[in-house]
């Protein structure tokens, strides 16, 4: 076991410090997705913090608070963010393919270059959301609120768009 520190992304402080069972030598995307799965399973608030390429794959953090955190380059393919909150956040060159995100407010984040292949996106709040250049092929988008989205250069080849709001999206 070791200790494994948070970090606030705007102040640069420790947000919170979690026991992972973790080598030394184990990958930082890996000690980051261990100690975020632990904070969540302890019902840590995970908003504004930094988390730069974490391994989430497979981890379930359904309504989990990531309001304004920085997840650019992160491994979500497989997670389960049902109702989470991410508005906000920094989600640029995510990995999404396969995952879960219904019901999940994404309102005003940054998905640019986001890989969502395949994701459920039913019901989500996509207002304001930047999708520039996000790969949605084969997403579920029923119900979305896509209002006000940048979809520029977005792929939404076989994306489901049954219901979805596009009022003043930019396409």
Known sequence: MMEFKIIN???GRTQFTAEIDAEETESESIK?????????????DLSNAYLTG????????????????D???????GAILSGADLAGANLSWVNFTGSELDGANLTG???YGANLTGAD???ANLTKVNLWGANLTGADLTG???????????????????????TGTIS
């Open 109 to 111: 984040a940054d998905l």
């Open 71 to 77: 997840l650019s380059e992160a491994n979500l393919s």
């Open 9 to 11: 992304r705007w102040s």
């Open 32 to 44: 980051i997705g261990l100690a975020v799965k632990w904070a969540h399973e302890a019902g840590a």
């Open 121 to 123: 996106l039913y019901g």
């Open 54 to 69: 974490a391994d989430l794959s497979g981890i379930n953090l359904s309504d989990a608070n990531f309001t304004d955190a």
């Open 144 to 166: 979305a609120d896509l209002t006000g989205a940048y979809l520029v250069g977005a792929n939404l080849t076989g994306a489901c768009l049954c219901r979805a709001n596009f």
